[in-house]
């Protein structure tokens, strides 16, 4: 189980694009971003040869940072259906890694990570950003959405075990 007390915390927003992760250390309410970034691949890429990329990239990263935990995003009723499948496989392949290393792995729809992070389940991304670069004490996020998503997700899991 991940406790609040001392974790480490790999965040992940998931895509077939763009896989937005990071690995974020709590300790009480003191939170250290120690790595973030992106798996992006090639969109002229066959879908087998992207979902292996996110395979061996999220492999290299789990067994190199060994997180305590996983916190990733749950997959949501889409508009666009073209996406949700591709999604889907991504975050199959994702959720393959972190069993292989036996990490215990937290779901949360992105209404649930505006809740716990703003109060308020249809929140803005700037102030999901705001409330995430306050619980850092950071002026400046990564630049890609992805990967500020991927830390809104890690913030949220430590909030929501100690509820």
């Given amino acids: 189980m991940c406790y609040n007390d001392c974790m480490k915390i790999l965040g992940i927003d998931p895509g077939m694009a763009i896989v937005g992760y990071s690995l974020l250390d709590c300790e009480g309410d003191n939170y250290v971003l120690l790595h973030s970034g992106s798996v992006q691949t090639d969109k002229n890429k066959s879908e087998s040869a992207r979902l292996l990329e ?12 060994k997180p305590d935990c996983c916190a990733i995003e749950k997959l949501f009723f889409f508009r666009n259906t073209t996406t949700v499948m591709p999604v889907a496989h991504a975050r199959g392949v994702i ?7 036996n990490v215990p792995v937290f779901e949360y729809t992105p209404i649930e990570v505006k809740q716990v992070l703003t109060g308020y389940g249809r929140a803005e ?6 409330m995430v670069k306050l619980t850092l004490g950071v002026e400046v996020l990564p630049k890609l959405d992805d990967t500020v998503d991927s830390i809104a997700i890690a913030i949220c899991h430590t909030r929501r075990s100690i509820v």
Avoid: A, Q, S
């Fill in 54 to 65: 996110i395979y061996n990239d999220m492999d290299t990263l789990v067994e190199k940072f």
């Fill in 95 to 101: 959720l393959t890694v972190l069993e292989k290393y």
């Fill in 125 to 130: 991304k700037k102030e999901v950003e705001r």
